[in-house]
């Protein structure tokens, strides 16, 4: 990567201006939280969040934590303790590692991989933690957010595809510079566009060339294949075209297991296959 590309990263970085970034970070599980009660060694350690949002802390047994702020967990550690333990007690919160909410970043980057949400982040600043563009990056970013199920059995997320435009983030629009969020995948795409992407729960999600005809089969074979974790009879193609954005609902298992091959839909420039992650 060129010293004019790094120079060009920290400029935006500067000059475009994000949200207005007033709220404090949530905390989630797998954080890890250092917390400091003055007077007492044995309670100022660090502690990690579970997976329902409760960190273990003696005396009390469990604090929630999950959804909280620091200053949050500090007031319902003072409550908890004061009222049966310590007199006056004065407790301190600080998150030690961000690790439960995490942003995908894909394609031609200089450092493509996972990265931690910290507090607010605009698009730019989690572009900067990838080394910023590749010399092949295109024209457009796709920005993929996939919302969990709210219940066991409920019906799927809603995905949304954001396509914005690497000339107007260059150029300073503020618009384009949208805020990231948990969960989200951030594609950076090449200069070819004759390709469909595959994100989600498969083993190697990305671009891939469109050379020949291709059904979500094939498309989902070429990215790998599914993971563990995935929920095949989920599977969604979104399609941009010129009447507006088309979502397209498959039962890979159909097609798998059912031997319908007729709803292996044929892929086209700039599709998005994703592959959500299974409830159980």
């Not at 996972?114 to 010399?135: C, I, M, N, R």
Request: glycine share 10%.
């Amino acid at each position: 990567m060129s010293w004019s590309s790094i120079l060009v990263g920290l400029l935006l970085c500067l000059c475009v201006q994000p949200y207005a970034w007033g709220q404090e970070y949530r905390i989630g599980a797998g954080d890890v939280l250092t917390i400091t009660v003055w007077g007492h060694p044995d309670l100022s350690r660090d502690y990690t969040v579970d997976p329902d949002g409760f960190a273990p802390f003696p005396l009390i047994n469990r604090v929630k934590a999950g959804g909280l702020t620091t200053r949050e967990v500090a007031a319902s550690l003072v409550d908890l303790l004061g009222k049966d333990y310590l007199v006056s007690p004065q407790v301190i919160v600080s998150v030690k590692e961000y690790l439960s909410q995490k942003v995908t970043i894909l394609g031609e980057t200089a450092r493509p991989g996972v990265f931690y949400l910290t507090g607010p982040t605009s698009l730019v600043d989690v572009l900067s933690k990838a080394g910023w563009l590749s010399k092949s990056a295109g024209k457009q970013i796709l920005l993929v957010r996939d919302q969990p199920l709210a219940q066991p059995g409920g019906q799927s997320g809603n995905t949304t595809i954001q396509r914005l435009s690497i000339d107007k983030i260059q150029a300073g629009n503020a618009s384009e510079n949208v805020a990231v969020q948990a969960g989200d995948t951030v594609f950076v795409v090449s200069r070819d566009d004759n390709s469909f992407f595959v994100f989600g729960e498969v083993k190697r999600p990305g671009a891939y060339a469109l050379e020949k005809e291709t059904n979500i089969l094939e498309g989902i074979t070429i990215a790998g294949g599914f993971t563990d974790k995935a929920s095949p009879s989920r599977t969604r193609v979104i399609r941009v075209g010129s009447t507006g954005q088309q979502v397209l609902e498959i039962d890979m298992n159909d097609i798998i297991k059912r031997g319908q091959r007729d709803k292996a839909v044929r892929l086209q420039a700039n599709d998005v296959v994703v592959v959500p992650e299974s409830f159980f």
